[in-house]
């Protein structure tokens, strides 16, 4: 339970119905611990439909992947449809380009922020979207791991730090928690920040909201505690004006996240809840519809572009912040390597994962790159997965906090290590 | 005198987990019956019921939008609700890319606004609540995302209607051929456009996963050794792998839909949404599945009938179904025994034409269900339907509300994935759910969203409560919303609503008196059933 008792929440609210707009009257301080600035923030992506990462970053010049693949589901060496060259991939001999669509990713993998790993994903053969998706929330390798685990691996990573830094350790950009958040209580979940989280009804309903929840011993009311108190950790650093109207965000460094779609919001909202200097410790995000059993060249080009330019805008856009957040994106399978005749791909396995960070030795496709031909296929019908995606996970956190994988990932034994991050900083 | 109602009786709790509450005027005769009579009368539900009959008349619903040159005019009209009974060809033209027809994007969402707006007032208005409580269930098991695209919202009538509704209480094999035949499901899972040679395998993966044998049923670990699956060799395989899903999509190729595709050079299928098979886009070849063997060539629909025969018929499904049906009816992990029972009952029954029907009556009469009081959370339209029986508001649904649902955690025929709404109490507490409900409850008081305005004085007259003062008044209000108080929270919900605790009923004020309604409504006890 959060250490906030009901004479500062009852103060907060009172404060919030009386006080002038300013936040700085808000007389909230008491309410966060003080927040560890040098804190380092985890953001993590869920690429939700099994996204397909040949499709992403295909081996554009394998004679293989030509023969298996309609020229429409493949990046292209040239003519409109040319992919963008990405230097550093795993082999020299094939020509691995990044859909064109991506062009923001392909100016922060050329800046060497980015770095992609490719043939990664789960070493379990699942091809079930929610049990993959599961697994890896859970972060675990086996189906009989899941039933073992109860809670989700940032929370693990979260605990394992041995302090809650804030009265907010978690933000989820999504309307519930995904499983890497469970087991965490103080996490909050809102589709957007960026119209401030007012107590809801004003402060007078809240103050009786916390009346009626505040003495309940079951989960309900512990969520109903929690939905009063952590948005104010929020709230309370949206700037208004002086009739308490919200202000317009204004990105910095000249960013610009015209051109980021549906994307905008929620990476305006992670670039803000950054900059809050709440202490957070992880932020996630759900960008979902990568489901592409058919149509799929026009859905991936509409999902990808807002994807790619919205990250890129948010990477600017932090400029300040850059060495102390790392952000990850992950799906749960990559798909079949043969397309189907609906002119779309059905669940497959290995994957593709990016990694952003100031200090990932980005510029550079990570992994070992197993073939297409049939003996080096799994299954023989799917890109074979040679990095669990629990490498990259593990190393990130090491990275960020200095946490054992062992902790996190108690049945993972750490492989090779990839080299993601520039250690010396 | 009238007194208020009793929340331990068995009814009671009945028609708060299996309906949306009561209403005034029904409580009376309602607690009359016993559980069982209730459920005989409720699972008798006829078709169609004068009073909702009569509000789906009356109902408008505005649409509104700009001209655009040479394509249409402009349009702001509060329009009546005209694609319910349609057949799916009047609804489908608008999409025929022979005869153009250019419309607003919101004419071609109209169906679906439609479909929300009658569950709504169904929702609250149906004397037949079980029915609408197994309609959600089947549409979230039967998950269509009726917001992914047009089509799928122009389908939504048919699939509501003719799908859901029509099998509800009936037969599961039945049912799983009309949601397999289904416009909706055709083109949510991408059936419509699978075809032999390297079919598509979206709906043959959700068939087993989502529609029958369940996740946990399935044995990726086997992947293709068909003959390692524990049963295989004696033709009962306890579980499917990958290569039941290859050879499930095979045997689905050729179930599509009329949408003016050529078949040939010389014919093209007319254009009109309905369900139709072609034999020459079908792979006809012999398959295995489930450790059954499919002759090649088989009689038309032969291949994907035999497969939802096997599934409807199997122990998994029939496991899988019990425990989800029971988790809906009563809570997280059911107690086994219930489950065993019911599992048992489904395979027995697989035949009869009421086999759902038997399911529920069996689920519902058990000791068990009545054990698992205040154990679910009330979903946001289950929140949103209770409060307005409760009040009596003269109910007119809108798009505001339906959204007001969605940021509440139910997007009704919306969810993102094919797995539906989770059927988890958790999920309906995050922060941003718990504000959005919270948020619910008072917009309804306050008629913020134009939904209907309440007469708290007349309703809690209605159910026999206290009108003296102010005081009196809430006191009751959160006694007829079965939740046990502190005393203090009386005066302070009054205090809140800008009334005064010693003052008579303040009768100037209906809107401060919706409002000490509305937070008596938004305490725990309330939120849970």
């Known amino acids: ?425 | 005198m009238k007194k208020l109602p009793d929340h331990s009786s068995d009814i009671m709790f009945a028609i708060h987990r299996l309906g949306y509450g009561p209403r005034a005027e029904e409580y009376d005769s309602l607690v009359k019956q016993s559980l069982a009579g209730w459920l005989e009368e409720q699972l008798a539900a006829p078709e169609s019921e004068q009073e909702v009959s009569k509000r789906l008349d009356a109902c408008t619903i505005r649409i509104k939008y700009e001209a655009a040159e040479g394509k249409w005019s402009a349009v702001d009209e509060m329009r009546p609700l005209t694609s319910l009974s349609k057949p799916i060809e009047d609804i489908w033209r608008v999409f025929d890319p022979q005869k153009p027809m250019p419309v607003h994007g919101y004419e071609l969402s109209r169906p679906r606004v439609e479909v929300l707006a009658a569950t709504l007032i169904r929702s609250v208005y149906s004397h037949y609540q079980l029915r609408e409580v197994i309609c959600q269930f089947w549409h979230d098991h039967f998950h269509v995302n009726a917001f992914a695209e047009d089509r799928l919202a122009a389908a939504l009538p048919v699939y509501d209607r003719d799908v859901i509704r029509k099998h509800c209480f009936g037969n599961f094999r039945a049912m799983l051929e009309a949601v397999a035949c289904s416009t909706s499901m055709q083109y949510y899972l991408s059936n419509q456009s699978s075809r032999a040679g390297a079919a598509n395998e979206n709906y043959a993966r959700e068939l087993f996963e989502l529609h029958s044998f369940g996740r946990e049923n399935y044995l990726n670990d086997i992947y293709n050794r068909w003959r390692d699956v524990p049963g295989a060799l004696v033709g009962k395989p306890v579980g499917y792998i990958d290569q039941d899903i290859y050879e499930t999509a095979r045997a689905f190729t050729g179930w599509t839909i009329e949408d003016g595709r050529g078949i040939d050079n010389y014919r093209k299928l007319p254009f009109t949404g309905r369900f139709t098979y072609v034999e020459s886009w079908h792979d006809g070849n012999q398959k295995r599945i489930l450790a059954t063997e499919f002759d090649p060539y088989m009689d038309a629909m032969a291949d994907g009938r035999k497969v939802l025969d096997l599934i409807a018929a199997h122990p998994a499904t029939a496991q899988h179904m019990a425990h989800k049906l029971c988790t809906r009816l009563l809570g997280a992990n059911p107690p086994a025994s219930l489950t065993a029972r019911v599992a048992e009952a489904w395979r027995s029954k697989s035949e009869a034409p009421d086999q759902i029907a038997q399911i529920l009556r069996l689920i519902i009469l058990s000791p068990e269900f009545l054990q698992s009081r205040g154990r679910k959370i009330k979903r946001p339209l289950a929140l949103m339907a209770n409060y307005l029986r409760v009040m009596g508001t003269n109910f007119t649904p809108n798009e505001t509300l339906v959204n007001q649902l969605t940021a509440a955690g139910q997007r009704l025929f919306g969810a993102p994935t094919p797995e539906g709404i989770p059927d988890d109490n958790n999920y309906f507490m995050g922060t941003n759910a718990m504000r959005n409900r919270w948020n619910l409850i008072l917009g309804l008081a306050q008629n913020t969203w134009g939904n209907g305005i309440s007469d708290p004085a007349a309703a809690l007259t209605a159910w026999g409560g206290k009108t003296s003062s102010n005081r009196e008044a809430a006191a009751d209000w959160f006694r007829l919303l079965g939740v046990s108080f502190d005393p203090k929270w009386i005066d302070m919900a009054i205090t809140t609503a800008g009334l005064m605790p010693s003052a008579p009923l303040s009768l100037d004020n209906q809107k401060g008196l919706a409002m000490v309604s509305a937070l008596a409504a938004l305490s725990p006890d309330f939120q849970n059933c």
């Not at chain 1, 050329?110 to 490719?118: C, D, E, G, R």
């Not at chain 1, 700037?239 to 549906?262: F, I, M, Q, T």
């Open chain 1, 1 to 425: 339970m959060i250490n906030v008792n009901r004479r500062e929440v009852l103060k907060a609210l009172a404060a919030l119905g009386v006080s002038s707009c300013l936040p700085s009257a808000f007389g909230l301080r008491n309410l966060a611990f003080a927040a560890d600035d040098k804190q380092p923030i985890l953001v993590v992506m869920h690429i939700r439909g099994g996204w397909d990462g040949l499709n992403l970053i295909s081996p554009a010049n394998d004679l293989d992947f030509i023969a298996a693949r309609q020229t429409e589901l493949r990046v292209l060496t040239e003519g409109k449809d040319a992919g963008y060259p990405l230097a550093n991939a795993m082999t020299d001999t094939i020509d691995f380009r990044l859909h064109n669509a991506a062009g923001g990713w392909a100016e922060l993998y050329n800046n060497n922020n980015l770095a992609f790993i490719h043939a990664c994903g789960l070493a379990d053969g699942t091809r079930s979207h929610f049990v993959a998706t599961d697994m890896i929330e859970t972060g675990v390798g086996t189906q009989v791991d899941l039933m073992r685990q109860t809670n989700g691996w940032i929370t693990r990573s979260i605990k394992a730090q041995g302090r809650s830094v804030s009265a907010l350790d978690a933000v989820a950009l999504s309307n519930g928690f995904a499983g890497d958040l469970r087991g965490l209580h103080n996490a909050l979940a809102t589709l957007d920040v960026n119209n401030g989280l007012p107590p809801m009804g004003g402060a007078s309903v809240s103050s009786m909201l916390w009346q009626m929840y505040e003495n309940r011993n079951d989960e309900l009311g512990e969520a109903g505690r929690l939905a009063i108190q952590l948005p104010m950790n929020i709230d309370q650093r949206i700037l208004r004006d002086e009739h308490n109207r919200v202000l317009p965000y204004v990105p910095e460094n000249g960013a610009n996240y015209d051109k980021a779609g549906s994307s905008a919001i929620p990476f305006k909202s992670i670039a803000r809840l950054i900059k809050m200097d709440l202490g957070l410790q992880a932020i996630t995000m759900d960008y979902g519809m990568w489901d592409t059993h058919d149509n799929q060249p026009g859905r991936f080009r509409t999902l990808l572009e807002p994807l790619s330019n919205g990250m890129a805008a948010f990477w600017n856009d932090i400029n300040a912040y850059h060495d102390k957040v790392v952000v990850v994106l992950l799906s749960e399978f990559g798909r079949r390597l043969r397309n189907n005749k609906s002119n779309g791909t059905d669940h497959g396995r290995g994957g593709v994962m990016a990694v952003l960070g100031g200090q990932v030795k980005g510029g550079k496709i990570y992994g070992n790159w197993p073939g297409l031909g049939f003996a080096q296929l799994d299954e023989g019908v799917d890109l074979a997965v040679t990095t669990d995606y629990r490498q990259v996970l593990a190393e990130t956190l090491e990275h960020i906090g200095g946490r054992k994988a062992a902790d996190i990932f108690p049945s993972f034994k750490i492989g090779n290590r990839l080299g993601l991050f520039d250690e010396s900083a």
